[in-house]
């Protein structure tokens, strides 16, 4: 009898309609077409933001449970499993439990690689972005604005901006909201270079809610505000990084790599 096949997407979501559908619906759309021979699933984790759609939009998009139990009801013999995630953190982490919890005996399961897994995929990245932004003058500089976990995975950041400089873009940073580096180490690294004015750019996925709050909100403590507040010029970008086409590349190859193992 022949395999049936399938791909479910995970994401962990966002609230920002417009956002999602530049980028995770974008990401949907590619994989059904690279991949027309399997059957493709998608879910997020973010449980608040899904009970927050359905309410306020009344959009329904399954949980990682959901998508489970509807793969299982569609009899899929072979699941890759390709996140959107960045890097292998706790949500990676908490879904892959998940899904192997959720998986029936029979059923094959593989995943494919977060986005920022190889130092290939961190150059590709970096490279994507400094493309995007060749037109910085001696006197700006860029500064993209991750997310941070507590996760020992988030040496990727500092790692990123150790290989910017490497590459040779001193005016370029990596920070993040939530962890290291931070604001305070971001804006003493600015002041040591030429720049009167700083383009912030989220180094997230989507542009949800920390690239519109945190990072251009108007309110005293966002990132515009404290550069600002420093002395300097703010120009606020707000693009998620799956609405550039190498991005997605990026994850089609990943699952490629895991349909081919």
């Avoid at 899904?99 to 399961?109: D, F, N, R």
């Avoid at 290989?163 to 940073?173: Q, S, Y």
Wanted: charged content about 20%; hydrophobic content about 40%; proline content about 3%.
């Amino acid at each position: 009898m022949k395999q049936k096949k399938g791909i479910l997407l995970v994401s962990f979501g966002t609230s920002y309609l417009e956002s999602k559908q530049k980028t995770i619906d974008q990401i949907y759309a590619e994989v059904i077409e690279t991949f027309p021979e399997y059957q493709v699933y998608q879910a997020w984790t973010s449980k608040m933001i899904l009970s927050l759609l359905k309410s306020r939009d009344n959009l329904y998009i399954p949980s990682v449970e959901e998508a489970m139990a509807e793969i299982t009801a569609d009899h899929i013999d072979k699941l890759i499993v390709q996140p959107t995630h960045f890097i292998n953190g706790l949500e990676h982490e908490a879904m892959t439990r998940t899904i192997l919890e959720h998986a029936q005996p029979h059923l094959q399961v593989r995943f494919g690689s977060p986005l920022l897994t190889s130092t290939e995929d961190h150059r590709d990245v970096l490279n994507c972005l400094l493309s995007e932004y060749s037109m910085l003058s001696q006197e700006e500089t860029l500064i993209l604005m991750g997310h941070g976990t507590s996760h020992h995975a988030n040496s990727v950041y500092a790692a990123l901006d150790y290989m910017l400089k490497e590459m040779e873009h001193p005016n370029v940073f990596m920070g993040t909201v939530e962890a290291y580096p931070d604001l305070n180490t971001l804006i003493r690294q600015v002041k040591k270079t030429s720049a009167k004015r700083v383009h912030l750019c989220p180094f997230m996925l989507v542009a949800g809610d920390h690239a519109n709050n945190d990072m251009a909100g108007e309110q005293e403590g966002s990132w515009k505000s404290l550069f600002e507040a420093a002395g300097y010029e703010v120009v606020c970008h707000l693009k998620g990084l799956g609405e550039y086409k190498s991005i997605r590349n990026i994850y089609l190859e990943h699952l490629k790599k895991a349909v081919a193992d």
